[in-house]
């Protein structure tokens, strides 16, 4: 028997989570699919794209008892939907799964009291590129992040830029250096520009995020000791020492990050990505925005 999954939000985003839930229900990982949103024409084309099930509210939807919940509303609404349904189902929640450290830090708490998962939906960690970059890598003493992309429509419900890009990088920092401490030594934050200059535990990494009209740029250059790494995540492409690289992206990332969180409830795999992993980016944003210098971790 498969999982009982209920989708939360039928946008974008969600859309693409649902294709993957169809292509797992077919694989026998998902039993049923119950998608939720409150725009009609969301959920006429949910129910054309597979999903046995639509609600115009979560409250109806609580009703087939679902075992996962993916959560891929706006930004501004993960927490609050996230709280809602921690205590009911195991919870994906599209990035961030909370603004704020203090929501991350009480949802962990309610996660820890139902037994629920609560996974934040991290994608970069499924990009092969980066795992090929990072495993080319050792002992690094500088990192550069930047990451380019078109602003939203709606940017307000995105937060800002920090939240929507630079956070995907940051987590791959803190994965990649496992740190205990971050010394923040200069931050440019604004709703449409980011820049984060950090040492982890005496790597120096830099992260750069930008909302412009138009066009997409993800370049990471990592440095050690007679090593030069340059990864472009969006051409798939890995330079090493001058030696050039392309890496084949076998599965599309969101859709692994989906089986993940499928099979972690399953108890079948360990879950990619955990809120104390959220919370860790959290305390380094909110440092950076308050101009604290130092953050445990």
Same mark, same amino acid.
């Given at each position: ?23 797992? #229900? =077919?694989? *026998? ?7 939720? &949103? /409150?725009?009609?024409? +969301?959920?006429? @084309? %949910? #129910? =054309?794209? *597979? ?7 979560? &409250? /109806?939807?609580?009703? +087939?008892?679902? @075992? %996962? ?12 939907? /996230? ?20 929501? /991350? ?193």
């Amino acid at each position: 028997m498969g999982v009982k999954v209920a989708l939360i939000g039928v946008g974008r985003i969600g859309s693409i989570h649902l294709k993957n839930l169809v292509r797992l #229900r =077919s694989e *026998g990982l998902v039993d049923e699919i119950t998608a939720v &949103d /409150a725009d009609p024409s +969301r959920l006429s @084309e %949910a #129910r =054309s794209m *597979g999903a046995d099930e639509t609600f115009d509210s979560i &409250d /109806a939807a609580l009703i +087939r008892h679902p @075992e %996962a919940t993916v959560i891929a509303t706006p930004t501004n609404t993960h927490y609050e939907v /996230a709280f809602k349904l921690v205590g009911k189902s195991h919870l994906l929640v599209e990035k961030p799964a909370t603004v704020t450290l203090s929501e /991350a830090i009480n949802l962990l708490n309610e996660a820890k009291k139902s037994g629920n998962l609560v996974i934040p939906a991290m994608v970069e960690r499924f990009n092969e590129t980066v795992s090929e970059a990072i495993n080319m890598v050792k002992e690094p003493i500088a990192i550069s992040m930047v990451r380019v992309g078109p602003a939203p429509q709606n940017p307000t419900q995105y937060v800002g830029v920090i939240y929507d890009l630079a956070i995907h990088d940051l987590d791959l920092a803190l994965m990649m250096t496992k740190p205990i401490k971050a010394v923040v030594s200069r931050t440019v934050i604004n709703m449409y520009d980011s820049s984060i200059l950090l040492d982890l535990d005496g790597v120096s990494v830099g992260i750069r995020s930008k909302w412009v009209n138009s066009g997409k740029m993800r370049v990471h250059v990592y440095i050690s000791p007679g090593s030069l790494v340059v990864a472009d995540l969006v051409n798939h492409v890995v330079y090493n020492n001058g030696e050039v690289k392309r890496v084949e992206q076998r599965e599309e990332p969101i859709y692994l990050e989906d089986r993940n969180f499928i099979e972690a409830v399953m108890g079948k795999a360990k879950p990619f990505s955990t809120l104390l992993d959220h919370i860790k980016c959290l305390r380094i944003i909110e440092a950076a925005q308050r101009g604290i210098a130092s953050v445990a971790l």
